[in-house]
Antibody, heavy 111, light 109 residues
């Protein structure tokens, strides 16, 4: 199982970013996936979930409708569209399949 | 919503000593609990799944136990590379998500 995140960067508050998670080593279309984040010096926080077929999604309350999770089963890729970013969204974002984690992509929201 | 509470927040021990870390769930989670280790600047690493099963490549000094609401991660004899932060994790079926404990920092005394 390999999960590779990308798309992180430095953006000012209010802007958008789209993160990607490229998966390999398993049957992508058969598994639900999560995004988990970690603010600097803080613990792990679950962000969002998408079911194997993309029909079922769930979000953390802290996201408040600003983020959208999606997936493309034809390209073995999951996405996290992050809009109206705030400084509290700063952190390392991980793609997770059950007990398997990627290495993360860093998002910094700063003016 | 199930809450996982880890204790202690910080554990100060010396190499060679035994470490005992606790994770308590606010309601029964059967045996579906995992333990992860995280070192600075690295992604979490799976140690234990389903409460007591060691993940591939994890040394035998790591063991997990418990069921229901009380779980324990034990490191029988600490090696220098074991000093890190440890998290317990629960995969929630409905609504689907992941719950984490707040972590235990294992530091060198």
């Amino acid at each position: 199982v390999q999960l590779v995140e990308s798309g992180g960067g430095v953006v000012p508050p209010g802007r958008s970013l789209r993160l990607s998670c490229a998966a390999s080593g398993f049957t992508f279309r058969s598994y639900g996936l999560h995004w988990v984040r970690q603010a600097p010096g803080k613990g792990l926080e679950w962000v969002a979930f998408i079911s194997y077929d993309g029909r079922n999604k769930n979000y953390a309350d802290s996201i408040e409708g600003r983020f959208t999770i999606s997936r493309d089963n034809s390209n073995n890729t999951m996405y996290l569209q992050m809009n109206s970013l705030i400084t509290e969204d700063t952190g390392l974002y991980y793609c997770v399949r059950e007990l398997n984690w990627g290495q993360g992509t860093r998002v910094t929201v700063s003016s | 919503e199930i809450v996982l509470t880890q204790s202690p927040a910080t554990l100060s021990l010396s190499p060679g000593e035994r470490a005992t870390l606790s994770c308590r769930a606010s309601q029964s989670v059967s045996h579906y609990l995992a333990w992860f280790q995280q070192k600075f600047g690295q992604a979490p690493r799976l140690l234990i799944y389903d409460a007591s099963n060691r993940a591939t490549g994890i040394p035998a000094r790591f063991s997990g136990s418990g069921s229901g609401t009380d779980f324990t991660l034990t490191i029988s004899s600490l090696e220098p590379e074991d000093f890190a932060i440890y998290y317990c994790q629960l995969l929630v079926n409905w609504p689907p998500g992941i719950t984490f404990g707040q972590g235990t920092r294992l530091e060198i005394k």
